[in-house]
């Protein structure tokens, strides 16, 4: 007689981090059930997975998906709302949650500014153990891949970067790592009660980020150093001024100060990529039409 292994719940499954938590749980023989709340983007989840829809602002809208789930796979990319209400069904339906949230609690000058999404993920953090869940917290720093959103458009144009904060430093973290390191939490004894801070393995400035996509690419692409009003001009209109500010804040409390580096990464997988890589691997992005 088979036993049937309970899935994983995979939330975001069509994000950055989750579509890649998918494909690695696959791949390691975990059954995995992917959470979408727009059925369109169920069409690129791989044909081996059980889609379910749910939306994380109707709570009941989750409990198909939750039931005989082993473990949740937590993404929050909703308003805060409904979260009290998701993590109390989480608790009737499961035992342990794996939840990607973010170093609001690391002493370090680009961690502790104002930002709204860090005390949402304090809330959760609470919620989740005050439930009685078994938890992992993954927290990263910033994702490499904000380079594409922020950068690629530019880069692709006239290769001119006009960005403020060039010489504030981060320690951008490739998401297939974060997803990696979701991956493993998810599908190894062990990690319960982990609580890991994962960066990327260097401190890089703004302006150097930008440089080792140019070298990359085999072309030249200039850094054009804004000041904080002009950058919040420039995206006015196109981003939410919280996450400007957000940002901003964050980069200026950091100036002259290195980035915060952890080893997490390399300590659970054997190896953290490198921005270049992350660059190499993502060229096409910066040169396709
Ligand atoms: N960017 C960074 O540098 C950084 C650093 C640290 C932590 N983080 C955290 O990482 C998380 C974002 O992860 P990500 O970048 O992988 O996500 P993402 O690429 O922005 O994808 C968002 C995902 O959330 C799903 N989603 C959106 N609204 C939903 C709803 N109402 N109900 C259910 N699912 C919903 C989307 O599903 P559909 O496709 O079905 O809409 C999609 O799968 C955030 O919590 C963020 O704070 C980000």
Same mark, same amino acid.
């Given at each position: $007689?088979?036993?049937?292994? %309970? %899935?994983?719940?995979?939330?975001?499954?069509?994000?950055?981090?989750?579509?890649?938590?998918?494909?690695?749980?696959? =791949?390691?023989?975990?059954?995995? @059930?992917?959470?979408?709340?727009? &059925?369109?983007?169920?069409?690129?989840? #791989?044909?081996?997975?059980?889609? /379910?829809?749910? =939306?994380?602002?109707?709570?009941?809208?989750? =409990? !198909?998906?939750?039931?005989? /789930?082993?473990?949740?796979?937590?993404?929050?990319?909703?308003?805060?709302?409904? !979260?009290?209400?998701?993590?109390?069904?989480?608790?009737?339906?499961?035992?342990?949650?794996?939840?990607?949230?973010?170093?609001?609690?690391?002493?370090?000058?680009?961690?502790?500014? %104002?930002?709204?999404?860090?005390?949402?993920?304090?809330?959760?953090?609470?919620?989740?153990?005050?439930?009685?869940?078994? &938890?992992?917290?993954?927290?990263?720093? $910033?994702?490499?891949?904000?380079?594409?959103?922020?950068?690629?458009?530019?880069?692709?144009?006239?290769?001119?970067? *006009?960005?403020?904060?060039?010489?504030?430093?981060?320690? +951008?973290?490739?998401?297939?790592?974060?997803?990696?390191?979701?991956?493993?939490?998810?599908?190894?004894?062990?990690?319960?009660?982990?609580?890991? /801070?994962?960066?990327? %393995?260097?401190?890089?400035?703004?302006?150097?980020? /930008?440089?080792?996509?140019?070298?990359?690419?085999?072309?030249?692409?200039?850094?054009?150093?804004?000041?904080?009003?002009?950058? *919040?001009?420039?995206?006015?209109?196109?981003?939410? @001024? +919280?996450?400007?500010? $957000?940002?901003?804040?964050?980069?200026?409390?950091? $100036?002259?100060?290195?980035?915060?580096?952890?080893?997490?990464?390399?300590?659970?997988?054997?190896?953290?990529?490198?921005?270049?890589?992350?660059?190499?691997?993502?060229?096409?992005?910066?040169?396709? #039409?």
């Amino acid at each position: $007689m088979t036993t049937r292994v %309970p %899935p994983v719940l995979v939330t975001g499954a069509t994000g950055r981090v989750g579509r890649v938590v998918v494909d690695l749980l696959v =791949d390691t023989g975990v059954p995995v @059930r992917a959470l979408t709340h727009r &059925s369109e983007a169920a069409a690129t989840l #791989p044909a081996n997975v059980e889609v /379910v829809t749910g =939306d994380l602002t109707v709570p009941e809208s989750l =409990d !198909a998906g939750l039931h005989g /789930v082993d473990a949740v796979f937590l993404v929050w990319t909703a308003p805060p709302t409904t !979260a009290p209400a998701v993590v109390e069904r989480l608790a009737t339906h499961t035992r342990r949650v794996v939840f990607l949230s973010s170093p609001h609690q690391t002493p370090h000058p680009f961690f502790q500014q %104002p930002n709204p999404m860090a005390v949402l993920h304090a809330d959760i953090e609470r919620l989740v153990a005050a439930a009685g869940l078994e &938890s992992t917290i993954i927290r990263p720093g $910033m994702f490499a891949s904000n380079a594409l959103l922020w950068w690629a458009t530019a880069i692709r144009a006239d290769g001119v970067v *006009r960005w403020p904060y060039g010489a504030a430093e981060t320690a +951008p973290v490739d998401d297939r790592d974060v997803a990696a390191v979701a991956a493993r939490t998810l599908s190894e004894a062990g990690h319960a009660g982990g609580d890991y /801070v994962l960066t990327g %393995p260097e401190s890089l400035s703004q302006a150097e980020q /930008v440089s080792i996509i140019g070298d990359v690419l085999g072309r030249r692409v200039e850094f054009e150093e804004l000041s904080p009003d002009e950058f *919040r001009s420039e995206t006015e209109g196109s981003w939410p @001024r +919280p996450v400007v500010d $957000m940002l901003l804040d964050a980069w200026g409390a950091t $100036m002259g100060t290195p980035a915060y580096v952890t080893s997490a990464v390399s300590d659970i997988l054997g190896s953290a990529r490198s921005f270049r890589q992350w660059a190499a691997d993502h060229a096409r992005a910066f040169t396709g #039409p």
